[in-house]
């Protein structure tokens, strides 16, 4: 099975900050990942997929890069409603979560 | 505008069982691969389960191998999950979400979850 390990757990920013994300995976993955945002009560939102394609309505300060085994996520300048936790994922082999990151007001 | 809208939830005894539903529209359903994934209080989401539009493909997790059973009724856009053997573990909100068709096999689309609780 492929894991999938993010950091950090939590990251505590302000409004206007540019956060980077990063998620490893266990084995390559090639480019088969996509990053999620989830709101307390709510679904998970596609953010990236491909490891960098936007999907289609996200802003772009939302951004994705990476190949292989290791992965980022970036936010270029945050927003009030990017308060919220990031899951990384891959589905190179079935399909994992990592564990998620908490993005909290500083 | 694409919907899927879970049901079936509720407390259920260890041992237990529910048929879990996700009712599906806004898009051609039989045309989609689905998956049902869960999320623990306070946990990242797992996945639990494929299908293939056709039904004829099932891929499980490990953790619910041999007591989950994934299927879909493409004429009444529907997909189902049955849960048997439940266990405190398996206590979760669960979500159906769609795979999408950019060539690539994230998932475009989730519903609102309904939550399975297993206690006694």
């Known amino acids: 099975d492929i894991q999938m390990t993010q950091s950090p757990s939590t990251l505590s920013a302000s409004v206007g900050d540019r956060v980077t994300i990063t998620c490893r995976a266990s084995?390559?993955?090639?480019?088969?990942l996509a990053w999620y945002q989830q709101k307390p009560g709510k679904a998970p939102k596609v953010l990236i997929y491909?490891?960098?394609s936007l999907e289609s309505g996200v802003p772009s300060r939302f951004s994705g890069s990476g190949s292989g085994t290791e992965f980022t996520l970036t936010i270029s300048s945050l927003q009030p409603d990017d308060f919220a936790t990031y899951y990384c994922?891959?589905?190179?082999?079935?399909?994992?979560f990592g564990q998620g990151t908490k993005v909290e007001i500083k | 505008e694409v919907q899927l809208v879970e049901s079936g939830g509720g407390l259920v005894q260890p041992g237990g069982s529910l048929r879990l539903s996700c009712a599906a529209s806004?898009?051609?359903?039989?045309?989609?691969?689905m998956n049902w994934v869960r999320q623990a209080p306070g946990k990242g989401p797992e996945w639990v389960s494929y299908?293939?539009?056709?039904?004829?493909?099932?891929y499980y997790a490990d953790s619910v191998k041999g007591r989950f059973t994934s299927s879909r009724d493409n004429a009444k856009n529907s997909l189902y999950l049955q849960v048997d053997s439940l266990r405190a573990e398996d206590t979760a909100v669960y979500y159906c979400?769609?795979?999408?068709?950019?060539?690539?096999?994230?998932?475009?689309?989730w519903g609102q979850g309904t939550l399975v609780t297993v206690s006694s």
């Open positions: 979400a769609r795979v999408s068709r950019l060539g690539s096999q994230h998932f475009d689309y």
């Open positions: 806004g898009f051609t359903f039989s045309n989609y691969e």
């Open positions: 299908i293939s539009s056709s039904g004829s493909t099932t």
């Open positions: 084995q390559s993955i090639s480019s088969w």
């Open positions: 491909k490891a960098s």
């Open positions: 994922q891959q589905y190179n082999s079935l399909w994992t």
